[in-house]
């Protein structure tokens, strides 16, 4: 099965550049049983973009991609950091990836975020975007996976991801908290992505390291045919090479992510594959 391909290996941008119509708004959100810190850039287009971000990581781990992304589309572009990290509160102990979907939802609400999204999820935020499709795909008009962890990865490589995983026996601040938290409820989430991935029908896009990283040939070719999978298959679906990058595409590669998403608005809006 063919799978569309695009190499990005440059920086040079495509199409006109749109200021943002704001400056980005910093705010902490109530959302029932703790505040999320969410950092808003609000645009002009009728789209929003919302980044999740990796396992362990706060949306500063996204470098410039927001403010270029917000230049180069004219959306509103939202980073925030889940409960426990970054500047976020840690909230209960018993805190599902599910409710912390709707966390999400709830104070994208209260900030008058634009309904239409696109979700833009790296690493272990790529598991949380692709539920949150399935969940609500009536607000969700594309998704973007940035070299994304996914069930197909973790049933080829059986125990291996565990083993990359820090042992944590006593949490001592939120972040590890939230890291025990996530860890206990990861199993059960990629059973609930597995479940609901193939149903997703919204325009998908998949960027996949260049740059092999795991230190294992094994993983790493898993990993790079997991993201071929989740890539194939339809024609709203493709994969992009972020040539010269590690996993950490955001810092390494800002600029293939926005050309990615800006590609993806342009789907979305109708305007092709």
Known sequence: MLIPVLVLAT???TGSIRTPAAAPADTLIDVGDHRLHLEVIEGSASFAFVLEAGGGADMTSWATVPEALAARTGATVVAYDRAGMGESELG????TPRAEIENLRV????????????LVGTSYGALLALWHA???????????????????????TG???WST???????????????????????????????VEPEIERPIAVITAGKPWWGNEEADAAWRRSHEELAGGRSTRWLVVAE????????RRPDVIVETAARLLDVVEGGGT
């Open 244 to 251: 010269g990058s590690d996993h950490r595409v955001p810092a």
């Open 107 to 118: 104070a994208l609400a209260r900030l008058g975020v634009p309904s239409r999204r696109i």
């Open 92 to 95: 209960p102990s018993d805190l």
């Open 134 to 156: 399935a969940l609500h795909p009536e607000e969700i008009a594309g998704v973007l996976l940035v070299d994304p962890m996914n069930p197909g990865f973790v049933e080829a």
């Open 159 to 161: 125990d291996f991801v």
């Open 165 to 195: 995983v820090p042992t944590i026996d006593h949490a001592e601040t939120d972040r590890e908290r939230a890291l025990v938290r996530l860890m206990s409820s990861f199993e059960d989430l990629i059973g609930e992505v597995d479940r």
């Open 11 to 13: 920086c040079a941008a």
